[in-house]
């Protein structure tokens, strides 16, 4: 396979920034298994016959995928698939469906509970004193309940808007919330697809956030690839804080 040059990084025409959230800024799958703990437990005191269901890695995929094929319109939308399956599970199993919500509840609590990589809190306040950030994010991840909100002037994820990453449309609409035009925004992410050739599609310069040394295995390249959000501040050192 040929593969295109890499673009070079202009920190010049940066003037703002969005930031994918899961991986990123906190590893995710950690917090997914223990939320699926605590909604396993929950579930097993008020629920146990769609505990049981949820148990089942077999039966708790295809609980998951009978929800897409009825809704597709929620395949987006994770917070609400997973609402959705747990209240299917919960009425194959002849159990009260109104105990979704709180069952949810149990579990987006948990997955609200993130351990942030040791650089990602130093990062934000380093970048938020630079630049306009956008959370741009195919999660569910809220900002405020994670603790980043003061970081960001918004936040865009796929259940709200109704696309996600790489779709062209959510990163533009993450510029135009920060307030300027595509090409004068930095995208930061961890995903080669959903992240760097989805901000090159929107026009974006991109930062590849590669912690795993992964092989990048693409035709066009990020400007630029860090192994952390550390890194990606000494790029932009030069950059002056903005009036407060």
Known sequence: MRYSPAPMLDISKIRAITLDLDDTLWPIWPAIERAENALAAWLGQQAPGAAAVFADPDARLAVRQEVVRCRPEIGHDLGTLRRESIRLALH?????????????????????????????????????????????????????????????VAGLSASEFGVGK???????????????????????????????????????????????????????????????????????????????
């Open 92 to 152: 194959r199993a002849n159990e009260d469906t109104s105990l979704a919500e709180p069952a949810f509840e149990v579990f987006f609590a948990e997955r609200m509970r993130v351990d942030f990589f040791d650089d990602a809190l130093p990062a934000l306040a380093f970048l938020a004193a630079r630049f306009p950030m956008v959370a741009l994010s195919n999660g569910n991840a809220d900002l405020g309940r994670v603790g980043v909100a003061e970081f960001f």
């Open 166 to 244: 790489p779709d062209p449309r959510i990163f533009h609409a993450a510029a135009s919330s920060a307030g300027v035009a595509a090409d004068a925004v930095l995208h930061v992410g961890d995903d080669a697809a959903l992240d760097v050739l989805g901000g090159l599609g929107a026009g974006m310069q991109t930062v590849w956030v590669n912690r795993s040394d992964h092989l990048w295995t693409h035709d066009v390249h990020p400007h630029e690839t860090v192994t952390t959000l550390s890194a990606l501040c000494d790029l932009l050192r030069a950059v002056p804080e903005r009036a407060q």
